[in-house]
């Protein structure tokens, strides 16, 4: 299993995600953590920057819109199937619109097949990397953005609120950004409550799974 989870972006270690993905260089970027937006140009705008890190680096990136897939799981497992891609990235906005998408598009099954197998490298950050804890519902807050009624009001259906499964505990992002303090300390003490402590990332950071190899990526560790 190979997992490529960042706070933001690619942290500042994009070479470990070159090496990492190894000779198949497509990529097939989720952007549906932005779907509140309600408008398609503007997650597209959004997902730009996450093709253009990856194009850095030499690999081939399109964007994977799930909600295409919602019910059509048979599609979208042809779909992968027949793109064969060597990265799956996930980009940040509100984990309980992406868990629902992969959810409901049957993505969620794919991913965890496809990394255990060693299909493919599974990546993101922010939410593309919290959602590859098993419960979401630590990290919800009263603001409608990271709450499980954003991806209620997003869909018109019920929130999925399990992960991906794929890492123990809490992946906590933006550790260092002021403008996340108030929503972390409220996410710190539900996850506490839960019983757990999360790994914190900052925005340089990447937390890096290699088969059973398992390392939390800081610049001040180069």
């Known amino acids: 299993m190979r997992l490529f989870l960042a706070s933001q972006d ?20 989720i952007g549906d953590a932005r779907d509140y937006y309600q408008d398609d140009a503007r997650i597209a705008n959004v997902i730009k920057k ?13 964007r994977l819109d799930l909600r295409k ?9 042809k ?3 027949e793109i064969q891609p060597g990265l799956i990235f996930s980009i940040g906005g509100s984990v309980y619109c992406l868990a629902t998408a992969m ?3 049957g993505m969620d099954k794919i991913i965890q097949k496809g990394v255990r197998e060693d299909k493919f490298v599974y990546g993101g950050y922010s939410a ?11 990290y919800s807050a009263e603001e409608k953005l990271i709450s499980p009624e954003k991806a209620r009001e997003t869909y018109g259906i ?22 996340h303090s108030e929503t972390n300390q409220i996410r710190l003490a539900q996850i506490a409550r839960a019983g757990d ?26």
């Open 10 to 29: 690619l942290g500042d270690f994009s070479d470990v995600l070159d090496r990492l993905v190894g000779d198949n260089r497509k990529a097939l970027v």
């Open 50 to 62: 996450t093709l253009v890190n990856l194009a850095n680096i030499g690999i081939d990136a399109g």
């Open 69 to 77: 897939y919602f019910r059509k799981s048979s599609e979208l497992e």
């Open 79 to 81: 779909y992968i199937a």
């Open 103 to 105: 959810h409901e598009s």
């Open 128 to 138: 593309g990397s919290m959602v590859t804890t098993d419960d979401l519902l630590p």
């Open 158 to 179: 019920e929130p999925y609120t399990s992960g991906l499964k794929l890492v123990e505990g809490y992946i906590m992002p933006h550790a260092d950004r002021e403008d």
């Open 197 to 222: 402590k999360p790994m914190l990332l900052n925005d340089t950071d990447v937390y890096l799974v290699e088969g059973e190899e398992k390392t939390v990526l800081r610049p001040d560790a180069k």
